[in-house]
């Protein structure tokens, strides 16, 4: 097969980027604020000063978006959470929706 003729039969591939997903927090009146910046800090990889604010942003608004990720990495992050509020009896919310 000539060089012409292999450049001709290439098929064009164009590779998309996965979906982006945003973890929303959801405020309640039992989840201490100290549970949320842990699970901020130790799950979601926030600094403590970025965790302090996004748990008062929570607090003042009913929900923050947390975090941006593809689809399988919100839901683990999410599972995690809602497993450890679980395991301390908060009730917890969580929720992904499409970024």
Do not use: W
């Not at 973890?23 to 130790?42: K, P």
């Amino acid at each position: 097969m000539s060089l012409q003729n292999a450049s001709q039969t290439r098929e064009d591939v164009r590779i998309r980027e996965p979906k982006r997903y945003q973890v929303i927090m959801h405020n309640d009146d039992f989840t201490t604020m100290e549970f949320v910046v842990s699970i901020l800090i130790d799950i979601f990889k926030k600094a403590p000063a970025a965790a302090e604010l996004l748990m008062l942003q929570v607090h003042k608004n009913g929900r923050a978006a947390v975090g941006i990720y593809p689809y399988d990495i919100a839901c683990t992050k999410v599972n995690l959470a809602l497993e450890r509020a679980k395991a301390e009896n908060f009730p917890f919310r969580m929720t992904v929706e499409e970024a």
